[in-house]
């Protein structure tokens, strides 16, 4: 089985689809699609990831592999894999993720800003 996302990156206008699997030592691999070059090279290191891989941010490979490849601070794709190795591990209910469709991070004017 797997777990998939997609990461709609509007501000630099590139998508990244990022599917997390299961391998046969239960720990998780990701593969990304992507259209970005940064997210390519970010994904190529996302192998045989652990539990505290998903759930230690202090000792993440996830978010170490952030630090050292040239996306930008505010790219959404560590956390979309983030979320879809805990939808693929059982941290969060995939059915639910599923009828929910998206998280969102909206841009307000100003005036919009209470």
């Known amino acids: 089985m797997s777990s998939r996302v997609r990461i709609h990156m509007n501000i630099c206008e590139k998508i990244s689809t990022v599917t997390v ?3 046969e030592n239960g720990n998780y691999d990701v593969k990304a699609a992507s259209s970005c ?3 390519k090279e970010y994904v190529e290191e996302q192998k045989d990831l652990t539990i505290v891989d998903l759930t230690d941010k202090m ?3 996830i978010l170490d592999r952030f630090r050292t490849v040239k996306m930008s601070a505010n790219c959404a794709v560590p956390s979309g894999v983030i ?3 805990w ?3 059982g941290l969060i209910s995939k059915s639910r993720a599923l009828q929910k469709e998206s998280n969102v991070i909206e841009f307000l004017q100003d005036k919009d800003s209470d």
């Open 21 to 23: 699997s299961t391998n």
């Open 59 to 61: 000792n993440s490979r």
């Open 83 to 85: 979320t879809a190795a």
């Open 87 to 89: 939808m693929e591990a």
């Open 37 to 39: 070059e940064n997210v």
